[in-house]
């Protein structure tokens, strides 16, 4: 009796152990998988082999912005001075973990601007090869997670934020985005401009002459 009490015990230990590894609580981490690809990582410790991650078909979750658009600005302090306000929430379902970045719609891997949580204890900032990053911290059920998003001084790319959402253990959702955000502030057709405001200032020095 004594001997199954210690085997399922330590049945049981391993079986804690095995979770809290898959479940990555603190976040994800600073890997090519995790901050190119968005994808998580999930090791069994008996075998030491990675955990495939089975994607969900539906789209349970979404990501919301409070503006489509962002303030160009040349220093920190001045792009700082507009975050904008950005959510993560479930329609319906729970999430337990997440991985976000501001990526460029063509498909380029750069995260773009800088990431503020805005709730305590919730999200985190990491710095990937490819930019910040915002993740988890703990892998607690979630209905909504609410941060603030700056651009960077210079920046002139549309940007959208896109996440992969870990519903559970084994499932989750890739290819979450948000509406693009485009640039404001930015004269395309500066030449054109620049022409125009020569031709004017000609025509006036010609009639002063």
């Known amino acids: 009796m004594m001997f199954r009490l210690c085997v399922s015990f330590a049945v049981f230990c391993v079986l804690c152990c095995k979770f809290s590894v898959l479940s990555y609580p603190q976040g994800a981490p600073v890997r090519t998988e995790s901050c190119i690809n968005l994808q998580p990582i999930h090791m069994d410790p008996l075998t030491n082999q990675q955990v495939p991650n089975q994607q969900g078909t539906t789209r349970p979750y979404r990501i919301l912005v409070s503006q489509q658009q962002y303030q160009t600005c040349t220093s920190n302090q001045q792009c700082g001075l507009q975050p904008l ?24 891997s750069r995260s773009w601007g800088q990431f503020i949580p805005l709730q305590t204890g919730d999200s985190k900032v990491i710095q990937c090869q490819n930019g910040l990053t915002l993740t988890h911290t703990a892998n607690n059920d979630k209905n909504i997670v609410r941060f603030a998003w700056i651009p960077e001084p210079g920046m002139r790319e549309q940007v959208q934020f896109v996440a992969t959402v870990v519903q559970n253990l084994r499932t989750i959702y890739p290819g979450v985005y948000s509406a693009q955000l485009r640039p404001v502030g930015v004269f395309n057709n500066a030449p054109f401009k620049t022409a125009g405001i020569i031709s004017f200032v000609t025509s006036v020095i010609a009639i002063l002459l």
């Open 85 to 108: 306000q950005v959510s993560i929430q479930g329609q319906g379902g729970l999430f337990r973990g997440f991985i976000v970045q501001a990526r460029t719609p063509n498909g380029g």
